[in-house]
């Protein structure tokens, strides 16, 4: 005589579900964090070698930073030109199967975009700045008087209008100033959604916020070393409307520094 099989009561069943749902609830959280701290570690990796890009730049042009003339180069989807020859060679391996190399899934556009930047898209797949003291002088950064004026000056006489060569003899504390970085706290942020270096403006949306300096991100120095740094660390600056951890607002330029040692 065959035996009847044994089944689970119901008792036991729910008992094997919460089981699950514990686990779920504890495990899914840690998934999250790791799969964030490696888009993180990718971001971290993208800069780095935007970092070695401008140092072989600045190796094959008597040590001089890339200037094109263009006051508004500091914007990844300009600076990447200059530097095009030297990217190349990250991306010998692996190259861009898009005919249209900055398309959203082409590799070049993944190495100038960090994967957690949901915004990336709004600046055409780019999530980096290129500091503007490394191509305007200390006489023009002075100029900067508010967020605003760094934006609208461009075009002003007297202020960014004229791009000049700066090299790496005139950066005074390579390994305090930032090169280039994220735009955006996307790894860190409070809130619904992350910040800009300026936070979220103050009207007459020339001020920057309190929460200019919440946050972290990633950054290459100018000795091309890279760092996730939270934006407290930034060194603080004196007119309220330059005060947020922007390294174009770095006070004195290249023989300034944005981060204390």
């Known amino acids: 005589m065959q035996k009847p099989l044994n089944g689970f009561t119901l008792i036991e069943l729910l008992v094997v579900i919460a089981i699950i749902a514990i686990l779920a609830a504890i495990l899914f959280p840690v998934f999250a964090k790791a799969k964030s701290a490696a888009k993180k570690t ?23 930073y890339p200037n094109t003339g263009d006051p508004y180069l500091w914007v990844g989807e300009r600076f990447r030109w200059p530097l095009m020859p030297y990217l190349a060679l990250a991306l010998k391996q692996n190259p861009p199967t898009d005919s ?6 082409s590799q070049w556009s993944l190495l ?12 055409n797949h780019t999530s980096y700045a290129y500091a503007v003291a490394f191509y305007e002088s200390e006489a023009a950064l002075a100029g900067i008087t508010s967020v605003q004026n760094l934006i609208k000056g461009f075009n002003s006489p007297g202020s960014l209008a004229t791009p000049t060569t700066r090299t790496e003899v005139e950066v005074a504390f390579p390994s305090q100033k930032v090169l280039i970085g994220e735009w955006t706290n996307n790894h860190d942020f409070t809130g619904g959604a992350p910040v800009g270096l300026w936070g979220t403006l103050r009207a007459p949306y020339d001020t920057p916020g309190a929460d200019a300096y919440t946050g972290s991100r990633n950054n290459v120095f100018a000795d091309t070393h890279a760092k996730y740094i939270k934006a407290s660390r930034f060194v603080k600056k004196d007119n309220p409307k330059v005060n947020a951890p922007d390294p174009n607002l770095t006070p004195g330029g290249l023989t300034g520094v944005d981060i204390n040692p």
């Open 100 to 105: 249209d190399p900055f398309a959203s899934n």
């Open 42 to 64: 990718m971001c971290l990796s993208h800069e780095m070698q935007l970092g070695m890009a401008f140092a072989l730049y600045a190796g094959d042009s008597e040590g001089g």
């Open 112 to 123: 100038l975009q960090c994967p957690e930047d949901s915004g990336a898209t709004s600046f």
